[in-house]
Nanobody, 120 residues
Framework: QVQLVESGGGSVQAGGSLRLSCAAS????????MGWYRQPPGNQRELVAA???????NYADSVKGRFTISRDGAKNTVYLQMNSLKPEDTAVYYC??????????????WGQGTQVTVSS
């Protein structure tokens, strides 16, 4: 019904930058919040950043000042600009969206994950 497709992951040296994208498609009526989570090796999945339909944002303390979340005018694509990357940022990054579909059913969807690796 709804799919989230992520792109932009890869390998980069510390101090470098990456830009992640996530496009939502399917039977979408509206999207409320969208966000990015990450799961480092051997650790729990954690919230990185989230953005509401009004454009309000929240960030994990560990990424404030370095990462920026944004979404396009159609509210169906979310981006994560990651600057000044650190080895501690290495993780699988997952896109998340809270969606009201065309049947007015609300659900949370996840992307398949994209690997981000930051080397020293």
């Amino acid at each position: 019904q709804v799919q989230l497709v992520e792109s932009g992951g890869g390998s980069v040296q510390a101090g470098g930058s990456l830009r992640l994208s996530c496009a939502a498609s399917g039977r979408i009526s509206s999207i409320n919040t969208m966000g990015w989570y990450r799961q480092p090796p051997g650790n729990q999945r954690e919230l990185v950043a989230a953005i509401g339909s009004s454009g309000s944002t929240n960030y994990a303390d560990s990424v404030k000042g370095r990462f920026t979340i944004s979404r396009d005018g159609a509210k169906n694509t979310v981006y994560l600009q990651m600057n000044s990357l650190k080895p501690e940022d290495t993780a699988v990054y997952y896109c998340n969206a809270h969606v009201l579909d065309t049947s007015y059913f609300a659900n949370t969807y996840w992307g398949q994950g994209t690997q981000v690796t930051v080397s020293s």
